[in-house]
Nanobody, 123 residues
Framework: QVQLVESGGGLVQAGGSLRLSCAAS?????????MGWFRQAPGKEREFVSA????????LYADSVKGRFITYTDSAKNTVYLTMNSLKPEDTAVYYC???????????????WGQGTQVTVSS
């Protein structure tokens, strides 16, 4: 099993920034090669935000966040980060991190999920 714990969510004004963290732990945490970030707003489906490979640093971003959000890892801490800049009210959602083996945008490609952290952007 892999345990994922997100932190760093909160309330921020439009145009502001937040950094989310996702700490991975568990006996096989090092075996999952990709970490993804997803979000889900009320009444909407879960949507892909970004993903990163531990070993190569290769990344994928949704078009809606490209140029504003950056994801990166700290292997020594088994932690992946999502820095969110120029936040907009439409970024309001519960943000989840996930662990898998494929660098994909489909949530079905991820095996383990965190509990989520709320991000609220006020206008």
């Amino acid at each position: 099993q892999v345990q994922l714990v997100e932190s760093g969510g909160g309330l921020v004004q439009a145009g502001g920034s937040l950094r989310l963290s996702c700490a991975a732990s568990g006996r096989t945490s090092s075996n999952y090669r990709t970490m993804g970030w997803f979000r889900q707003a009320p009444g909407k489906e879960r949507e892909f935000v970004s993903a990163i490979r531990w070993s190569t640093g290769d990344t994928l971003y949704a078009d809606s966040v490209k140029g504003r959000f950056i994801t990166y890892t700290d292997s020594a801490k088994n932690t992946v980060y999502l820095t969110m800049n120029s936040l907009k009210p439409e970024d309001t959602a519960v943000y989840y991190c996930a662990a898998g083996n494929l660098l994909v945008t489909d949530p079905n490609g991820y095996i383990f999920w965190g509990q989520g952290t709320q991000v609220t952007v006020s206008s």
